[in-house]
DNA sequence: TAGATTGTTAATCGATTAACAATC
DNA sequence: TAGATTGTTAATCGATTAACAATC
């Protein structure tokens, strides 16, 4: 399957139901039907048997999913096999958060060190993750092959940095500057700020999750 | 106008013409047309003049828009024309990291203290700003009047916490934990493993930004 | 006035939801 | 077999894009 092009809708969905179901796992449940999947999830079975249609037929008629297969196969759809080197250019504080933050190593991210400009930074270590020079950075990445690359730096200096991880060899950007940078490889924006001027929004215009 | 409800897809534009139209500002462009905001921000000409009526018309037929005034009607929009008093439980690395940030103020949002379970915490200071024990957190809401709520907590204690925020009388709640908390006020969900896993999902199946 | 560009209605496109035959 | 639930096609709904009259 997956002949046609998965829209971003369906694959913006498809982290959560990788997190519901490994805790749905780990509560020891073994099977589920799109029907009460759907109820858990607040959304439609159409929608979910759709969605996991678009990547092949998970399910068992008259039965339902088996919650580990399923699991199996929403995991390896995401890639989330194997390990990935992360590196992190800007050792602020969204730098260094990312660097102390445990909770991608078990989803196979791993943060394998930083690049900044600051010379009081640098040579230094941060959760045991050495502080190089951002000069570093081409050098270090066509040498390790860093699979992704944080850009955790200022707006100015974003799109210049994403520029020099894809000419190096980077897989993929995960760019933390309230900017959208352009790449040759697919790059994720999170733009944490535009998410809490929506909550402002949302609380002028009292608009509440149902 | 905004006699019907706003659509999701419009809202979390609005940002994005907010943060757009600063810079334009800054650059001292005085006016600008619907087509030309289009092409610098990869949107459609329709879709920019859409989106703006559905607040009203800020633009002048035969002219285009003023950007100070659209800016200033989107601010108004957004509604960052106040200070916001933000409260953050969880003095961890997002927590340290978002007390540290000094992003937010620029938009009126300003972290006011900080809350926590940890005896080592309690009491001491992060970037001028006290830390408390969260048992305090619900008095605190009521005799200060805190306007959003940060949820840099462990999953498990996620949901408790929008709980005793909504209670207090927060006006917002910004969730941080990797889980979908509900609430009687509104509540922006960040999210961030599900925005590494997608881009892990576009790397392995070659998404590329345009 | 003529030219440009909005505001707004209509057409298109895509995503969500419903329906149901296939089948475990 | 009968019941349940998927996989998949069809219908609906909403968002995006196109078209154009209004008007600065």
Redesign the interface.
Known sequence: MQSER?SEAV??R???Y??HLLQLKADGVERISSGSLAQQMRLNASQVRQDFNCFGGFGQQGYGYKVDVLLAEIKN????NGK?KVVIVGAG??G??LA??E??EK?G?SVVALFDVDEKLVGQEINGKPVLHVDKLDAYIRENGA??GVIAARRSAAQEIADRMAQAGI????NFA??DV???????Q????????????????????E
């Not at 759809?77 to 989330?80: F, G, N, P, Q």
């Open positions: 998965v694959i913006r498809l982290p959560r990788y997190r759809i995401l890639s989330l990935y504080n969204i260094q958060a102390h933050f909770g991608f989803d991210f699979d992704i897989g993929g950007i995960w309230p900017v352009v790449a040759s490889v697919p790059v994720e999170v733009h944490m700020s535009d998410s809490i001027i929506c909550l402002s929004y949302k609380m002028a215009h009292k608009e509440t999750a």
